[in-house]
């Protein structure tokens, strides 16, 4: 199948970095969302691809280029001439059944369908749709255009043609695909939230301040980031939805830091709020 015009069906950080690392490929990308703030996206795409022209990544005119291939819309009716969709919305299972089952409508029929999900089963989300052999896990690791592994999951019933689509779109957008089988939680999500946790119960606990805890992880293991600032700009409350459904997949052992909970119930969330374990501008950097 040829895929030229792709849906991304979410704007925020992980839809805006798959709509990036696409169009950067060469893909037409339709950025959908119905979220506070959805139509800001084009304008965080640019502010992404103009810290790329900073540091030489890109040039002026690849920017221009790439950001020429994405548009937004409210309009889910554009899912009619669309080549491959991709949901990555937040995991909450009604709200993903509920529009897959519209987009199942929308889409033509040889559409394969990727959701981006780390804590819902590909096989319970395939029950809500007529092509449920269609449906492919892929979930990409933020910030989307940097990391370059993908964790592939399929369902009961998902076909080898669909699975083939996605490992060769995903493959095109410059990521080793990596199969396993689905869990809650998958592999890199349920190894940094672990991480997370723990870092935070420290903090909690007195054992260091957060600087001083983010830094003995992040210097020692050779991380670019830290797990507060991964939390921070993945967004707190986030964070606490996947631990709450690993705590009720896995039991005590994800029991969330009653820290990430006092942080969420402030408005501590991160970069979003400029304020999470650590304190952000409103260009997202981090301040002393």
Same mark, same amino acid.
């Given at each position: 199948?040829?895929?030229?015009?792709?849906?991304?069906?979410?704007?925020?950080?992980?839809?805006r970095?798959i709509?990036?690392n696409?169009?950067s490929?060469?893909?037409?990308?339709?950025l959908f969302?119905h979220?506070?703030?959805?139509?800001?996206?084009?304008?965080?795409?640019?502010?992404?691809l103009?810290?790329?022209?900073?540091?030489?990544?890109?040039?002026?005119?690849?920017k221009?280029?790439?950001l020429?291939?994405?548009?937004?819309?409210?309009?889910?009716?554009?899912?009619?001439?669309?080549?491959?969709l991709?949901?990555?919305t937040?995991?909450?299972?009604?709200?993903?059944?509920?529009?897959?089952?519209?987009?199942?409508q929308?889409?033509?029929?040889?559409?394969?369908f990727?959701?981006t999900?780390?804590?819902?089963?590909?096989?319970?989300?395939?029950?809500?749709?007529?092509?449920?052999?269609?449906?492919v896990?892929?979930?990409?690791?933020?910030?989307v255009?940097?990391?370059?592994?993908?964790e592939?999951?399929? @369902?009961?019933k998902? %076909?080898?043609?669909?699975v083939?689509?996605v490992?060769?779109?995903?493959? =095109? +957008? #410059?990521?080793?695909?990596?199969?396993?089988?689905?869990s809650v939680?998958l592999v890199?999500?349920?190894?940094?939230?672990?991480?997370?946790?723990?870092?935070?119960?420290?903090?909690?606990e007195?054992?260091?301040d957060?600087?001083?805890?983010?830094?003995?992880?992040k210097?020692?293991?050779?991380?670019?980031?830290?797990?507060?600032?991964?939390?921070?700009r993945?967004?707190l409350d986030?964070v606490?939805?996947?631990?709450e459904?690993?705590?009720k997949?896995? @039991?005590?052992?994800? %029991?969330?830091?009653p820290?990430?909970?006092?942080?969420?119930?402030?408005? =501590? +969330? #991160?970069?979003?709020?400029?304020?999470g374990?650590?304190?952000y501008?409103?260009?997202?950097?981090?301040?002393?």
């Amino acid at each position: 199948m040829d895929i030229r015009r792709v849906a991304v069906l979410g704007a925020g950080r992980l839809g805006r970095g798959i709509a990036e690392n696409a169009a950067s490929k060469g893909y037409d990308v339709v950025l959908f969302s119905h979220g506070a703030g959805g139509q800001d996206a084009l304008r965080k795409i640019e502010n992404s691809l103009d810290r790329k022209l900073a540091r030489w990544a890109i040039t002026e005119a690849e920017k221009r280029v790439i950001l020429s291939r994405i548009t937004f819309t409210l309009d889910l009716k554009e899912l009619s001439n669309v080549d491959l969709l991709i949901d990555a919305t937040i995991d909450h299972f009604y709200t993903k059944q509920e529009l897959l089952r519209t987009a199942d409508q929308l889409c033509q029929p040889n559409v394969v369908f990727i959701t981006t999900s780390s804590t819902l089963k590909v096989s319970d989300l395939a029950r809500s749709i007529t092509r449920s052999e269609s449906l492919v896990g892929l979930h990409f690791i933020p910030p989307v255009p940097e990391v370059p592994v993908a964790e592939l999951t399929r @369902g009961h019933k998902t %076909a080898d043609s669909a699975v083939a689509v996605v490992k060769n779109f995903a493959e =095109r +957008l #410059g990521k080793e695909v990596i199969e396993i089988n689905e869990s809650v939680g998958l592999v890199n999500p349920r190894a940094l939230l672990a991480l997370i946790n723990e870092a935070a119960y420290m903090l909690d606990e007195g054992v260091g301040d957060a600087e001083a805890v983010e830094s003995i992880i992040k210097e020692s293991w050779g991380m670019s980031q830290g797990p507060f600032e991964m939390a921070d700009r993945l967004g707190l409350d986030l964070v606490l939805s996947w631990m709450e459904q690993m705590h009720k997949a896995y @039991g005590d052992r994800f %029991a969330p830091c009653p820290l990430l909970r006092r942080y969420v119930r402030e408005k =501590r +969330l #991160g970069v979003k709020t400029n304020l999470g374990f650590f304190r952000y501008n409103t260009e997202a950097k981090q301040e002393d």
